[in-house]
C-alpha cells in the first residue's frame, strides 16, 4: 500500500508561480509512474502530468505544456510540480498519483490539495 499526501496549493494571481509536493510512503518503490490529476469544480479529474520512476520520462497534458514541470527525488520519496504562469482556468483540486508496474490505472490517489487563481 502506498499513502500519498499533497502540500503547497494556494492561492496566487494569473501570472504567478505555485510548487506542489507529494510525500509518498509505504511500498514506494512498488510504483513505476505518477502523476498529477486535477479536478475543477464540476469537472471530470484530468491528468495533467506524469513521470515515469525508471527513466524520469515525462508527460504533459496540452493544457499544461510548457508552463508546468513535473520532477521527483526518489531519495525522498517526493515528487513535485512547478506551475508556472498561472491561469484561472488551472483552478482546481489538484491530487498526487501512483501506479504500479503493469497496473492500466492509478492505483494510489491523495487527498488534494486546493489550487485557485484569480485574474
Known amino acids: 500500500q502506498v499513502q500519498l499526501v499533497e502540500s503547497g496549493g494556494g492561492l496566487v494571481q494569473a501570472g504567478d508561480s505555485l510548487k506542489l509536493s507529494c510525500a509518498a510512503s509505504g511500498r514506494t518503490f512498488s510504483t513505476n509512474r505518477m502523476g498529477w490529476f486535477r479536478q475543477a469544480p464540476g469537472k471530470e479529474r484530468e491528468l495533467e502530468a506524469s513521470?515515469?520512476?525508471?527513466?524520469?520520462?515525462?508527460y504533459y497534458a496540452d493544457s499544461v505544456k510548457g508552463r508546468f514541470i513535473i520532477s521527483r527525488d526518489f531519495a525522498k520519496n517526493m515528487v513535485y510540480l512547478q506551475m508556472n504562469s498561472l491561469k484561472p482556468e488551472d483552478t482546481a483540486v489538484y491530487y498526487c498519483v501512483a501506479r504500479n508496474s503493469g497496473s492500466r490505472e492509478y492505483d494510489y490517489w491523495g487527498q488534494g490539495t486546493q489550487v485557485t487563481v484569480s485574474s
Open positions: 513521470i515515469m520512476r525508471s527513466d524520469s520520462s515525462t
